[in-house]
């Protein structure tokens, strides 16, 4: 993966990417054809785009920003308008899957608790409740 615009600053928590982006992935990824111009190929639909319709393309995140992804050139990818539209803040059945399993719950939690400590994670509500959910006794100690 190419590195990111040096010029364009991107908040990681910000909701959208900077606008230099998108030519920089398109000019990186797009494809010359026999007529030497450069077509970029979105990686959802497989519609073609030259540079005259860059502007129907669209910075995506991979992993949605809706469910934490961050606005980072590792999560960015360049889709049409129409399947940025269809796919949402949809991700993977499978990914879904592990993400709602108790292991990933289990795994969330002692990465929080090696970084802010137990003591932290049962004095807030939230994180007390998913302490509680995943560990029973943790309401006893």
């Not at 709602?100 to 969330?108: A, E, L, N, T, Y």
Request: charged letters at 25%; aromatic letters at 12%; glycine letters at 6%.
């Amino acid at each position: 993966m190419p590195d990111p615009p040096k010029y364009a600053f991107c908040e990681p928590t910000s909701r959208n990417f900077p606008d230099d982006w998108k030519n920089a992935w398109f000019r990186r990824y797009a494809v010359r054809q026999e007529n030497g111009l450069p077509e970029y190929t979105c990686p959802l639909c497989g519609e073609r785009f030259s540079h005259e319709d860059i502007d129907l393309l669209q910075g995506d995140h991979v992993w949605p920003y809706s469910l934490f992804g961050d606005t980072s050139w590792d999560n960015y990818r360049l889709i049409c308008l129409s399947c940025n539209a269809a796919r949402g803040n949809v991700i993977d059945k499978v990914l879904r899957g592990v993400l709602g399993s108790g292991i990933f719950r289990h795994m969330v939690l002692e990465f929080l608790e090696r970084e802010l400590g137990r003591d932290h994670i049962l004095n807030h509500p939230f994180l007390k409740d998913l302490a509680n959910s995943l560990t029973p006794t943790a309401a006893h100690e």
